[in-house]
């Protein structure tokens, strides 16, 4: 913005939609198409309310994203943008991009206040073999429960004798993270940890 003799010059090129926004919010409806494959299965394998609850996810996952709400100012010829539809389903590609950014406003404060006072920060992954579709939420639920014990021991409120594990956790945040490839499953945990002090040399 810039001012000359009282007119005021607006730079509109920062506030316009760029092209690739929309290329991905339209490939991410593309992605749900497959999704909605696998709804129409489980809801014609499914009985009772829980189809009626399935089928009504089906029908918010095909609107997602579909409706964009614009003021529209003619002689400007300006659409600005209000908001859109979302439906809020937890394997929708639209919003989980939108979960993912409320994520990095809701933690990226408290984490940034952690770093301040200990400013070592590692980050940690932590994998399994890719299982098919119908062991994935066994295989998440061992995987949970085998980071929690872990966690235990990185806490110092279980040990393992002769294995010290005591690298000054102060605090960690895990993300699950599940890509895959036809009926392949890859989970695994992505890991931020805040140490009070250096890991120092590897040790195997």
């Given at each position: 913005?810039?001012?000359?003799?009282?007119?005021?010059?607006?730079?509109?090129?920062d506030?316009?939609?760029?092209?690739?926004?929309l290329?991905?919010?339209?490939?991410?409806?593309?992605?749900n198409?497959?999704?909605?494959?696998?709804?129409?299965?489980?809801?014609?394998?499914?009985?009772?309310?829980?189809?009626?609850?399935?089928s009504?996810?089906?029908?918010?996952?095909?609107?997602?994203?579909?409706?964009?709400?614009?003021?529209?100012?003619?002689?400007?010829?300006?659409k600005?943008?209000?908001?859109?539809n979302?439906?809020?389903?937890?394997?929708?590609?639209?919003c989980?991009?939108?979960k993912?950014?409320?994520?990095?406003?809701?933690?990226?404060?408290?984490?940034?206040?952690?770093?301040?006072?200990?400013?070592?920060?590692?980050?940690?992954v932590l994998t399994?073999?890719?299982?098919?579709?119908a062991?994935?939420?066994?295989?998440?639920?061992?995987?949970?429960?085998?980071?929690?014990?872990?966690?235990?021991y990185?806490?110092?409120?279980?040990?393992?004798?002769?294995?010290?594990?005591d690298?000054?956790?102060v605090?960690?945040?895990?993300?699950?993270?599940?890509?895959?490839?036809?009926?392949?499953?890859?989970?695994h945990?992505?890991i931020?940890?805040?140490?009070?002090?250096?890991?120092?040399?590897?040790?195997?």
């Open positions: 913005m810039r001012f000359s003799k009282g007119v005021i010059f607006l730079n509109l090129a506030i316009t939609v760029p092209k690739d926004m290329k991905s919010i339209e490939k991410n409806r593309e992605y198409k497959q999704i909605a494959k696998y709804y129409r299965r489980l809801i014609s394998e499914t009985q009772g309310s829980s189809k009626r609850t399935l009504n996810n089906l029908e918010s996952l095909n609107d997602c994203n579909r409706l964009l709400f614009l003021d529209q100012y003619t002689l400007a010829k300006l600005d943008f209000k908001k859109t979302l439906c809020k389903d937890k394997f929708c590609s639209n989980k991009k939108v993912q950014a409320s994520r990095m406003s809701k933690f990226m404060p408290l984490i940034e206040e952690q770093i301040k006072k200990h400013p070592n920060v590692y980050q940690m399994v073999p890719n299982v098919p579709g062991d994935l939420q066994k295989t998440i639920k061992k995987m949970t429960t085998a980071y929690s014990m872990l966690n235990r990185l806490q110092k409120r279980q040990v393992v004798k002769d294995l010290p594990m690298i000054g956790l605090g960690a945040i895990r993300t699950l993270e599940v890509t895959y490839k036809k009926d392949s499953y890859h989970p945990f992505h931020l940890l805040v140490l009070d002090s250096e890991i120092g040399d590897k040790k195997h």
